[in-house]
Nanobody, 120 residues
Framework: QVQLVESGGGLVQPGGSLRLSCAAS????????MGWYRQAPGKGRELVAS???????NYAYSVKGRFTISRDNAKNTVHLQMNSLKPEDTSVYYC??????????????WGKGTLVTVSS
């Protein structure tokens, strides 16, 4: 079994910054892609940013130039540095990791989410 624990959410004013972190633990053989999704009230879950094991990144258009995703493969962690935050960034942010626990195909795991509120 694999557990993902997010941290770093909170209340921030427009234009401010927050750094989200996610730590994966459990029966991990290898973590492939790691990413962050978000879901605002009444909306579907959307990809914010992802990063491969080799460090290739992908960002939603709405966050390009403001958010930066990074990972530490030795510590099984992924981070999301969020700058120039806007009220429309207010959402619950979820960590997602594609993990191989042993033989067989990798599976996707989700954290429980951390709330980010951007408001004055």
């Amino acid at each position: 079994q694999v557990q993902l624990v997010e941290s770093g959410g909170g209340l921030v004013q427009p234009g401010g910054s927050l750094r989200l972190s996610c730590a994966a633990s459990g029966s991990i053989f290898r973590i492939n892609a790691m990413g962050w999704y978000r879901q605002a009230p009444g909306k579907g879950r959307e990809l914010v940013a992802s990063i491969t094991s080799g460090g290739n990144t992908n960002y939603a258009y709405s966050v390009k130039g403001r958010f930066t995703i990074s990972r530490d493969n030795a510590k099984n962690t992924v981070h999301l540095q969020m700058n120039s935050l806007k009220p429309e960034d207010t959402s619950v942010y979820y960590c997602n990791c594609v993990v191989r626990t042993g033989g067989g195909t990798p599976n996707a795991y989700w954290g429980k989410g951390t709330l980010v509120t951007v408001s004055s």
